[in-house]
């Protein structure tokens, strides 16, 4: 077993022991990447299926990218998430794919909680690639891996989250793992868009984006979901560009250099624009280069580390 | 008797063995055409840049090098450690059409040894490989002989040889721990 | 008729009439004959001995879900009555939020008939406030009254429309019956999953603040206010909810209030790891919440105790979380779980606990029991407040399985459980 056990859910709840070892090893797999054959024989014979309940190109060609480059055997399975109520519930589908003997599962689903739910009950590999507005703890490791690459260590680090906190699954992925690497953490963003009890999670809080500025050594600038001015979260997408987008006028106001991230995809124009997103500040490609380094390490470091049947929570009547 | 430590080159063995190393890969390749150098991560890489060393002085030409990090090319990923180190695998040069010099501190199984030509070969054609060691401790499970042997030793299974290198090791010796020589 | 019943050397609580003793009862052709001090029984009587354990009027509980007719594959009036009785209950009263909704006498009729068939405990009907439960027409109060109903409830969901709301609680003085309202403000809790707090921000869960339910709270009293109607609150989960029911009783509105079994017992903490038995409308909210409302409980400010009996089929929990269907089954833990975190740390006495598990709930529902008292109806529970259980979801009588207190110890188990002077169960028995 290594140290990260069967499955990687989220990065709440792990150490920085843990999250230094999974970057650690993520370091030298970029290299992986740069070859002309951009492949090694680690996960040969694994089968991973990338069990996919929501439309994501980047996350899935990223995992794809990750578990060729390790030479697993991959499947895609693009689930409609509806499927479930039309009768085949999540736990039926991940048995039936494990029938056929599979070893890892990596699962992206709308439901905060799917993924767990899905490895207390299967004994492959579970990696969470997005759980509803939960986590999706790859992200948050190549971000850290992003931001070490730049500040070498992350402690003491300011890095503020800048948008739709309330409902990123990348928000709460960075605001765990910068945390258990000793960074300070801030989230910035109207307060409709903020959790209610954010502060309770030991993040500062910033109403206005030339605040958080001023304070960070980085900015991780959420996506702005558009559906959420239809659902009334926030008046118009004009308006939030004014008062919350990362802008270069406002950059150039800032007293150090910042770092700036985005998980992608971006609404240029909305929570920042281009002349940022492709400026001299902007680390988003390396962000996206670090993501396949990332997984493969995750894949690595999973690989092998099996649950016994004993172990794994066996749903039904009881 | 047989279980205590015993040092089986010290820092001046060691010297002397490098050097008579180096020249036999020299003779080998016929001089220094086309040579490159790779060191095994950790000590192998250590060993390597003492070979490079030794055939800038004779030669007066620094002769490539790489590092190679076999982790991921391993045939027991049931047996990965809690924390398993993967070190950088650096090859600064195409290896096609060149004589790579593969560098290990110990052969034993000899499995390190072919997950080393597995990667090599995703890197490219050489000429030729060849197999340089400082220790050969015997016990071969694969097919794999050396070209340029430093020492060696008969260890039984279960025992240990450890290379001491002043980079990492602030030490500069071979000892064999707990095997000794079959009887 | 079953053969007159002597049950000896109890300590019969029964705070109807103020007693507290150790003494006997008789019941004769269903109905308390005699109560307190050595009873010699009638030829024929069965005797059972009753020391060290309590002598009770039947709990009643007056708001559970039987789930008959429509999903009788969760629940059934029987096996829902059965559970009550199991758990101590000689009556509960069952929510029309039913498949199709029981709106009308025939299905009210056929609701106490099958609690009757069953003939565990007894099963009062309530009848839907509006029409399908649709918050549009109001349903026939008196019809449904005269089939049986005891109440009146759109539970599972509020009425939103106030005007509804208020004509209700004007229409239902006719017949004498509360209004009961589900306190939640749709618009406010929608899409939440569980208590909005540091731990819905944590598990990525939209959150339901505790205003949804106090909002509609304070409407409800309102109302109560301008119509002299008599509103029931169910389920109430916040200390804000409490505050306002204490103003509303200072007022003099005629407001009465009720409180579930896990809301005095559990916080949202128990919410942690996705579990979908702790999932529940209103949701599990925090500590500084369940000690008010156990406060509540104990200065009268709330009623009465509740389970909220809530089946649901292992299939329809076991999955990811905000899918999953709120509710769990109570009946057969309630009676534990109020002597484990009520009594047992001395929030109610004996007297109170019986109190607010039957006295008030026959009170404030207008039902027969909830009292010892001589010729009144026989319903007891016989219970051992200090008997020591482990909950084993498997041994319920209920079909459902789903509760949050699953191998937890417990204080306190019904041992006999006696309707019209039959025992309908016995611990062991």
Same mark, same amino acid.
């Given at each position: 077993?290594?140290?990260?056990?069967?499955?990687?859910?989220?990065?709440?709840?792990?150490?920085?022991?843990?999250?230094?070892?999974?970057?650690?090893?993520?370091?030298?797999?970029?290299?992986?990447?740069?070859?002309?054959?951009?492949?090694?024989?680690?996960?040969?014979?694994?089968?991973?299926? #990338?069990?996919?309940?929501?439309?994501?190109?980047?996350?899935?060609?990223?995992?794809?990218?990750?578990?060729?480059?390790?030479?697993?055997?991959?499947?895609?399975?693009? %689930?409609?998430?509806?499927?479930?109520?039309?009768?085949?519930?999540?736990?039926?589908?991940?048995?039936?794919?494990? %029938?056929?003997?599979?070893?890892?599962?990596?699962?992206?689903?709308?439901?905060?909680?799917?993924?767990?739910?899905?490895?207390?009950?299967?004994?492959?590999?579970?990696?969470?690639?997005?759980?509803?507005?939960?986590?999706?703890?790859?992200?948050?490791?190549?971000?850290?891996?992003?931001?070490?690459?730049?500040?070498?260590?992350?402690?003491?680090?300011?890095?503020?989250?800048?948008?739709?906190?309330?409902?990123?699954?990348?928000?709460?992925?960075?605001?765990?793992?910068?945390?258990?690497?000793?960074?300070?953490?801030?989230?910035?963003?109207?307060?409709?868009?903020?959790? #209610?009890?954010?502060?309770?999670?030991?993040?500062?809080?910033?109403?206005?984006?030339?605040?958080?500025?001023?304070?960070?050594?980085?900015?991780?600038?959420?996506?702005?979901?558009?559906?959420?001015?239809?659902?009334?979260?926030?008046?118009?997408?004009?308006?939030?560009?004014?008062?919350?987008?990362?802008?270069?006028?406002?950059?150039?106001?800032?007293?150090?250099?910042?770092?700036?991230?985005?998980?992608?995809?971006?609404?240029?124009?909305?929570?920042?624009?281009?002349?940022? %997103?492709?400026?001299?500040?902007?680390?988003?490609?390396?962000?996206?280069?670090?993501?396949?380094?990332?997984?493969?390490?995750?894949?690595?470091?999973?690989?092998?580390?099996?649950?016994?049947?004993?172990?794994?929570?066996?749903?039904?009547?009881? | 008797?047989?279980?205590?430590?015993?040092?089986?080159?010290?820092?001046?063995?060691?010297?002397?063995? @490098?050097?008579?190393?180096?020249?036999? $890969?020299?003779?080998?390749?016929?001089?220094?055409?086309?040579?490159?150098?790779?060191?095994?991560?950790?000590?192998?890489?250590? @060993?390597?840049?003492?070979?490079?060393?030794?055939?800038?002085?004779?030669?007066?030409?620094? $002769?490539?090098?790489?590092?190679?990090? $076999?982790?991921?090319?391993?045939?027991?990923?049931?047996?990965?450690?809690?924390?398993?180190?993967?070190?950088?695998?650096?090859?600064?040069?195409?290896?096609?059409?060149?004589?790579?010099? @593969?560098?290990?501190?110990?052969?034993?199984?000899?499995?390190?040894?072919?997950?080393?030509?597995?990667?090599?070969?995703?890197?490219?054609?050489?000429?030729? $490989?060849?197999?340089?060691?400082?220790?050969?401790?015997?016990?071969?499970?694969?097919?794999?002989?050396?070209?340029?042997?430093?020492?060696?030793?008969?260890?039984?299974?279960?025992?240990?040889?450890?290379?001491?290198?002043?980079?990492?090791?602030?030490?500069?010796?071979?000892?064999?721990?707990?095997?000794?020589?079959?009887? | 008729?079953?053969?007159?019943?002597?049950?000896?050397?109890?300590?019969?609580?029964?705070?109807?009439?103020?007693?507290?003793?150790?003494?006997?009862?008789?019941?004769?052709?269903?109905?308390?004959?005699?109560?307190?001090?050595?009873?010699?029984?009638?030829?024929?009587?069965?005797? +059972?001995?009753?020391?060290?354990?309590?002598?009770?009027?039947?709990?009643?509980?007056?708001?559970?879900?039987?789930?008959?007719?429509?999903?009788?594959?969760?629940?059934?009036?029987?096996?829902?009555?059965?559970?009550?009785?199991?758990?101590?209950?000689?009556?509960?009263?069952?929510?029309?939020?039913?498949?199709?909704?029981?709106?009308?006498?025939?299905?009210?009729?056929?609701?106490?008939?099958?609690?009757?068939?069953?003939?565990?405990?007894?099963?009062?009907?309530?009848?839907?406030?509006?029409?399908?439960?649709?918050?549009?027409?109001?349903?026939?109060?008196?019809?449904?009254?005269?089939?049986?109903?005891?109440?009146?409830?759109?539970?599972?969901?509020?009425?939103?429309?106030?005007?509804?709301?208020?004509?209700?609680?004007?229409?239902?003085?006719?017949?004498?019956?509360?209004?009961?309202?589900?306190?939640?403000?749709? /618009?406010?809790?929608?899409?939440?999953?569980?208590?909005?707090?540091? +731990?819905?921000?944590?598990?990525?869960?939209?959150?339901?603040?505790?205003?949804?339910?106090?909002?509609?709270?304070?409407?409800?009293?309102?109302?109560?206010?301008?119509?002299?109607?008599?509103?029931?609150?169910?389920?109430?989960?916040?200390?804000?909810?409490?505050?306002?029911?204490?103003?509303?009783?200072?007022?003099?509105?005629?407001?009465?209030?009720?409180?579930?079994?896990?809301?005095?017992?559990?916080?949202?903490?128990?919410?942690?790891?996705?579990?979908?038995?702790?999932?529940?409308?209103?949701?599990?909210?925090?500590?500084?919440?369940?000690?008010?409302?156990?406060?509540?409980?104990?200065?009268?400010?709330?009623?009465?105790?509740?389970?909220?009996?809530?089946?649901?089929?292992?299939?329809?929990?076991?999955?990811?979380?905000?899918?999953?269907?709120?509710?769990?089954?109570?009946?057969?833990?309630?009676?534990?779980?109020?002597?484990?975190?009520?009594?047992?740390?001395?929030?109610?006495?004996?007297?109170?606990?019986?109190?607010?598990?039957?006295?008030?709930?026959?009170?404030?529902?207008?039902?027969?029991?909830?009292?010892?008292?001589?010729?009144?109806?026989?319903?007891?529970?016989?219970?051992?407040? /200090?008997?020591?259980?482990?909950?084993?979801?498997?041994?319920?009588?209920?079909?459902?399985?789903?509760?949050?207190?699953?191998?937890?110890?417990?204080?306190?188990?019904?041992?006999?459980?006696?309707?019209?002077?039959?025992?309908?169960?016995?611990?062991?028995?």
């Amino acid at each position: 077993m290594t140290i990260l056990g069967k499955d990687l859910i989220g990065l709440a709840g792990l150490t920085r022991e843990q999250i230094t070892a999974i970057l650690d090893v993520a370091e030298p797999l970029k290299e992986i990447s740069e070859r002309a054959i951009k492949k090694v024989p680690t996960l040969r014979g694994m089968t991973v299926v #990338n069990l996919f309940f929501e439309a994501s190109t980047r996350t899935r060609i990223s995992f794809e990218f990750a578990e060729k480059r390790m030479s697993a055997d991959t499947v895609n399975v693009a %689930a409609a998430a509806s499927s479930v109520s039309k009768g085949e519930t999540l736990v039926d589908t991940a048995r039936n794919l494990e %029938a056929m003997r599979i070893d890892m599962v990596v699962v992206r689903h709308p439901g905060s909680g799917a993924a767990r739910f899905l490895a207390e009950r299967i004994e492959s590999n579970v990696i969470n690639a997005g759980d509803g507005t939960h986590e999706h703890p790859t992200q948050g490791l190549l971000d850290l891996l992003t931001l070490r690459d730049r500040l070498g260590s992350l402690e003491g680090k300011r890095i503020c989250i800048v948008g739709d906190v309330l409902h990123s699954r990348v928000a709460r992925s960075n605001i765990w793992g910068l945390q258990a690497m000793g960074a300070e953490v801030a989230v910035c963003g109207p307060r409709s868009l903020l959790p #209610n009890a954010i502060r309770e999670m030991g993040v500062q809080v910033f109403d206005r984006v030339e605040a958080a500025i001023e304070w960070a050594d980085a900015l991780n600038v959420l996506r702005l979901q558009l559906e959420r001015m239809q659902l009334g979260y926030i008046p118009s997408l004009r308006e939030y560009n004014r008062v919350f987008g990362v802008t270069r006028a406002r950059l150039e106001r800032a007293p150090r250099d910042l770092l700036i991230l985005h998980p992608g995809p971006m609404n240029r124009g909305v929570e920042i624009d281009s002349d940022v %997103a492709d400026g001299p500040h902007s680390v988003i490609l390396h962000q996206v280069t670090n993501g396949v380094a990332v997984r493969m390490a995750v894949l690595y470091l999973l690989a092998g580390n099996k649950a016994s049947l004993a172990d794994v929570a066996k749903g039904g009547p009881a | 008797m047989s279980n205590a430590p015993s040092v089986v080159l010290n820092a001046r063995a060691v010297a002397r063995t @490098i050097s008579r190393m180096a020249d036999e $890969i020299l003779e080998l390749n016929d001089g220094t055409d086309r040579l490159v150098l790779v060191g095994i991560q950790r000590r192998g890489v250590q @060993i390597a840049e003492r070979l490079a060393e030794v055939i800038r002085e004779r030669e007066g030409v620094e $002769i490539a090098r790489g590092a190679l990090d $076999i982790t991921l090319y391993r045939d027991d990923l049931q047996t990965v450690g809690p924390r398993p180190v993967v070190g950088k695998t650096v090859l600064p040069v195409p290896l096609d059409g060149k004589v790579v010099v @593969i560098v290990d501190d110990v052969l034993y199984t000899g499995r390190t040894i072919r997950a080393a030509l597995d990667e090599l070969a995703d890197f490219g054609r050489p000429a030729r $490989i060849m197999l340089a060691v400082l220790v050969d401790r015997g016990g071969r499970e694969l097919p794999i002989q050396p070209d340029v042997v430093g020492k060696q030793v008969e260890v039984r299974k279960g025992g240990r040889v450890d290379v001491f290198v002043p980079a990492l090791d602030g030490r500069d010796e071979v000892v064999v721990l707990g095997g000794g020589a079959d009887a | 008729m079953s053969a007159p019943l002597v049950l000896t050397g109890g300590r019969i609580v029964d705070p109807s009439q103020g007693m507290d003793a150790i003494g006997d009862l008789l019941i004769v052709d269903g109905r308390i004959a005699s109560v307190g001090g050595r009873i010699t029984g009638p030829d024929g009587a069965r005797i +059972i001995d009753c020391s060290g354990t309590v002598v009770a009027p039947g709990l009643i509980d007056v708001h559970v879900h039987l789930r008959e007719p429509g999903r009788e594959d969760v629940e059934t009036v029987a096996t829902g009555a059965h559970s009550a009785a199991a758990g101590g209950f000689t009556a509960v009263a069952a929510m029309p939020n039913t498949k199709p909704v029981t709106d009308n006498q025939a299905t009210v009729g056929f609701v106490k008939r099958q609690g009757e068939a069953a003939g565990f405990a007894r099963v009062y009907p309530y009848g839907a406030i509006s029409v399908g439960q649709m918050g549009e027409t109001l349903a026939e109060f008196g019809e449904m009254v005269a089939a049986g109903a005891v109440a009146v409830s759109d539970d599972g969901k509020p009425v939103e429309n106030s005007h509804l709301m208020r004509t209700a609680l004007e229409y239902a003085q006719t017949f004498g019956i509360p209004v009961v309202e589900h306190c939640e403000v749709m /618009s406010l809790a929608h899409g939440g999953s569980m208590h909005e707090g540091v +731990i819905s921000a944590r598990l990525g869960l939209k959150g339901i603040p505790g205003e949804a339910e106090e909002i509609d709270v304070i409407r409800c009293i309102l109302l109560a206010k301008l119509t002299g109607g008599h509103i029931h609150l169910c389920h109430l989960s916040t200390k804000g909810s409490v505050d306002l029911v204490r103003w509303g009783k200072d007022q003099g509105v005629n407001v009465t209030a009720e409180v579930c079994s896990h809301h005095i017992s559990l916080t949202h903490e128990a919410v942690e790891g996705y579990n979908t038995n702790a999932k529940m409308n209103p949701p599990l909210r925090t500590q500084r919440d369940v000690e008010a409302l156990q406060q509540g409980l104990k200065d009268g400010t709330i009623d009465l105790l509740v389970t909220d009996h809530a089946p649901h089929h292992y299939d329809e929990k076991e999955r990811e979380f905000a899918d999953a269907p709120n509710g769990i089954v109570g009946l057969e833990t309630a009676l534990g779980v109020n002597v484990t975190w009520l009594l047992e740390p001395g929030i109610l006495t004996l007297s109170q606990l019986v109190d607010r598990m039957t006295c008030l709930p026959a009170k404030v529902f207008h039902l027969p029991g909830g009292t010892l008292a001589k010729g009144s109806i026989g319903d007891v529970t016989v219970f051992d407040p /200090s008997r020591e259980w482990t909950v084993d979801p498997a041994r319920f009588k209920s079909k459902g399985r789903n509760t949050p207190y699953g191998g937890r110890k417990l204080r306190g188990q019904a041992v006999r459980t006696i309707v019209g002077g039959r025992i309908v169960y016995e611990l062991n028995g």
